[in-house]
């Protein structure tokens, strides 16, 4: 198997033990980090060696890098020199945090919340996307069309050293071998080695960047790196060649081509504000962007693309096919392809995807109006008045936490009837501000665009009056489809009362 190799270029922080991280004096002790450790009373090398060493030797090398005269006499205040690679490790898992479409862990459908220990293999489908939490709290994000295992995820273990330092020095790979990920690698983490991604082709690590990877062609061997923030270190290790690629650059590497070559990505293309299509043809032209041969498109219901739910490659002059989306408000990005199929900067809007209107029900105007929460048995119950709506008009009403990753915790579909509307919205947290969205269909099917509000969460037994801060559309996540329940959030249930 040919490989090839991206890395950042090792550096490392201060690491605030009762210690710091040592720069080391030669090149040979740069590729082998160091953290000091103050002998406290009681401590004894070779006992602390044997319980926290890979190896029970491991206590002579710090006795010859120290240049101790005598390892059974440390000194309280003595500071000791110490090779992190001496320490064992310990396994540590992900965790999904978000999850839509067709998603396999292991071969089992997937939720939200589930360990992904080492080993776990993860499969998206093609209206399928995932977002991995890592234990350096790194996020990778499955594209459709994903296969990919979590090899190695581990931490180093300071055992005596020092208990409080778990948490970092964190060594981690992804094997993908089929799709694309994007990373975005947790910027503070101290990490013993890069996080990397491995393809067939080639192995892409960082040390604190966000960059995406992608093996969509097998049978070319290609892989595509594409750095957005950072810099990460391209090596072939079939060819023994190398190159950096700052931000804004990328690269295909083939293991039968020896020169690398870096290249500009391309711009953003600039978007005319929120897109708006109609059923039954749901078409969006591209945008006009020097240089791209095709675009890519992306659509989310959530602001941070978190999950991806439709995904192509449209023409440079041709036009995007939305009409498998639900009605609703999505996000949508797009960036432009080059000649060398390296996929550029993104550009965000809002997309309304939407029935044509009918000329015996003209789309209305309404507003939530004399609103009012309050606690009942721990539910949260709204009530308002629906001015504008009629008994033709169905309402839904769509809940979700207001921070990423948005998730959704209920959900209700009301008619009016003449009188105020009243929502059991479920058991809410007090002072936790939400969001909730309010989609009016009409009698011929098309959908209103969505009415959005915020709100705060109550204590037990408190009421409120006029609790709803209208919002702007562009300021929301769009609704999950319809198609696949929410599995963002353990509870996905309310009712109207």
Not at 262 to 283: I, N, T, Y
Request: charged share 20%; aromatic share 6%.
């Amino acid at each position: 198997m040919n490989t090839f190799m991206s890395r950042v270029p090792h550096g490392f922080r201060g690491l605030l033990l009762s210690c710091g991280l040592l720069a080391c004096a030669c090149a040979a002790q740069a590729a082998d980090p160091l953290f000091t450790y103050t002998v406290q009373t009681g401590d004894e090398l070779i006992k602390m060696a044997e319980a926290s060493f890979t190896s029970n030797e491991g206590w002579k090398e710090v006795s010859t890098l120290n240049r101790l005269k005598d390892p059974n006499k440390i000194q309280p205040g003595q500071v000791l020199k110490i090779p992190l690679r001496l320490l064992k490790m310990v396994h540590r898992e992900g965790i999904l945090l978000s999850v839509s479409g067709e998603v396999l862990l292991s071969g089992q459908p997937a939720t939200v919340g589930s360990l992904v220990p080492e080993g776990a293999q993860l499969h998206t489908g093609a209206h399928g996307s995932a977002q991995i939490q890592l234990a350096d709290q790194s996020r990778v994000t499955l594209m459709p069309n994903t296969d990919a295992k979590l090899v190695t995820s581990q931490i180093i273990d300071f055992g005596n050293f020092d208990q409080k330092s778990q948490a970092t020095w964190y060594t981690g790979l992804i094997r993908l071998t089929q799709g694309a990920v994007d990373v975005m690698a947790a910027k503070l983490a101290r990490r013993n080695t890069p996080l990397q991604v491995e393809t067939p082709t080639s192995v892409a690590g960082v040390r604190g960047t966000v960059f995406r990877v992608a093996y969509d062609d097998p049978a070319s061997q290609n892989t595509r790196t594409e750095v957005l923030e950072g810099l990460v270190r391209t090596d072939s290790v079939a060819q023994k060649t190398g190159a950096d690629l700052p931000k804004g650059t990328g690269t295909v590497l083939n293991p039968t081509v020896q020169q690398i070559k870096v290249s500009p990505l391309l711009e953003a293309p600039k978007l005319s504000g929120k897109a708006v299509v109609f059923k039954p043809l749901a078409r969006w032209d591209m945008p006009a962007l020097a240089g791209a041969e095709r675009f890519k498109v992306q659509v989310s219901g959530f602001k941070d693309f978190s999950t991806i739910v439709r995904e192509q490659v449209v023409a440079k002059q041709g036009r995007a096919d939305f009409s498998g989306l639900p009605n609703g408000l999505w996000h949508v990005r797009v960036r432009g392809i080059d000649a060398r199929t390296l996929e550029g900067f993104n550009a965000n809007t809002t997309l309304q995807v939407m029935l044509p209107a009918n000329a015996s029900h003209p789309e209305v105007e309404w507003v939530a109006s004399l609103d009012r929460m309050e606690v009942i048995n721990g539910e949260h119950v709204l009530q308002f008045e629906p001015l504008g709506l009629e008994a033709s008009h169905v309402v839904l009403a769509s809940v979700k936490i207001n921070r990423p990753p948005f998730v959704r915790v209920s959900k209700a579909l009301v008619k009016p009837d003449g009188g105020p509307i009243r929502l059991n919205l479920g058991p809410l947290s007090a002072g936790e501000n939400y969001l909730i969205n309010l989609t009016v269909t009409q009698a011929d099917g098309a959908t209103l665009s969505p009415t959005n509000y915020a709100f705060d969460g109550l204590a037990a037994g408190q009421s409120v009056q006029s609790p709803l801060k209208r919002l702007a559309d562009d300021t929301v996540p769009a609704p999950v489809e319809p198609a696949h329940k929410s599995k963002r959030s353990k509870r996905d249930k309310v009712s109207s009362s």
